[in-house]
């Protein structure tokens, strides 16, 4: 299966050195040669298009920042476009953008999956990202073996969109989550007491989570580099509540989430760590940011 891949940023440059590993042919572009040197290293083919990329490749995959850039490359994936072939989304975008890029490519021959991603920069190095993918099935079938080089947990979530709205819904859970334990932590801090022994307490209990281990430790470690970055989950948190809206939801804990991290980046914050939301609290307590 010949491959293409556009978006060679924090995320999208780890994932095509797995696809590269588990030997498949990559096409690549890149506006930067900075982007592209590390992939072309690694055997990528760089081109001179996109469309250049659609024509050589049997699926594209892109990861691009939100919706005017999927459909930007979208436009020009359909240009290089030949029978069979798929395009594969991983950025996070809205549920409604997504199916509408789907239904235009659709139009013009090609299938289209919505597979965004969870784990993060971590995850997209070690190819165990957790993929959540909207779309047909046959087109998921096809682009399977793919979407296992590059992570440990692929699931079909539905038709097209689904994955978006899946992605959405973690969002929402780890938005929550990470405000949670800073808030949780930096109580814990204004009361004197040692933050690493109050996660190893929380560890053994109920409040024991992926997010409490995880980002608890960068936290009591004060490791705010990205990761993830807090304006990438800032953004995430606005398409969760632009939905919302529009099927006239009470989103309570998430809408106050996404003030936190509104707060987060501007102040300054948003190309830190979203673990960062624990200096947002030491700020707003007068504590140590």
Do not use: Y
């Not at 594209?60 to 919706?67: E, G, K, N, R, T």
């Amino acid at each position: 299966m010949k491959l293409g891949f556009i978006g060679l940023g924090l995320m999208g440059r780890p994932m095509v050195l797995n696809l590269r590993k588990a030997g498949f042919p990559v096409s690549v572009w890149a506006r930067r040669e900075a982007s592209l040197a590390p992939v072309t290293a690694a055997g990528a083919v760089a081109r001179a298009s996109i469309a250049e990329v659609a024509a050589a490749s049997d699926v594209v995959f892109s990861c691009v920042p939100d919706a005017p850039q999927v459909a930007e490359v979208a436009q020009a994936v359909a240009e290089g476009a030949h029978d069979g072939l798929v395009f594969a989304d991983m950025s996070t975008i809205a549920p409604t953008a997504a199916r509408e890029i789907a239904v235009q490519l659709n139009a013009r021959g090609v299938r289209m999956l919505d597979a965004p991603v969870s784990g993060g920069e971590v995850g997209a190095i070690a190819g165990t990202l957790t993929i959540m993918v909207g779309g047909e099935q046959a087109a998921f079938d096809t682009v399977l073996p793919a979407f296992q080089a590059m992570g440990k947990s692929v699931t079909r979530v539905g038709e097209s969109g689904a994955g978006q709205v899946a992605k959405a819904c973690n969002q929402i859970v780890t938005g929550v989550g990470v405000a949670a334990v800073a808030e949780a932590f930096n109580f814990a801090q204004m009361s004197g007491v040692d933050l690493a022994r109050v996660r190893e307490a929380l560890l053994g209990g109920f409040a024991n989570s992926r997010i409490l281990d995880n980002h608890g430790q960068r936290m009591v470690d004060r490791k705010f580099t990205p990761g993830f970055k807090a304006w990438m989950h800032q953004k995430d948190l606005r398409i969760v509540m632009e939905e919302a809206h529009a099927h006239g939801l009470a989103l309570p804990a998430a809408a106050a989430t996404t003030q936190l991290f509104n707060a987060l980046v501007g102040r300054g914050m948003g190309e830190d760590d979203s673990v960062a939301m624990l200096k947002l609290f030491e700020a707003m307590s007068g504590g140590a940011a």
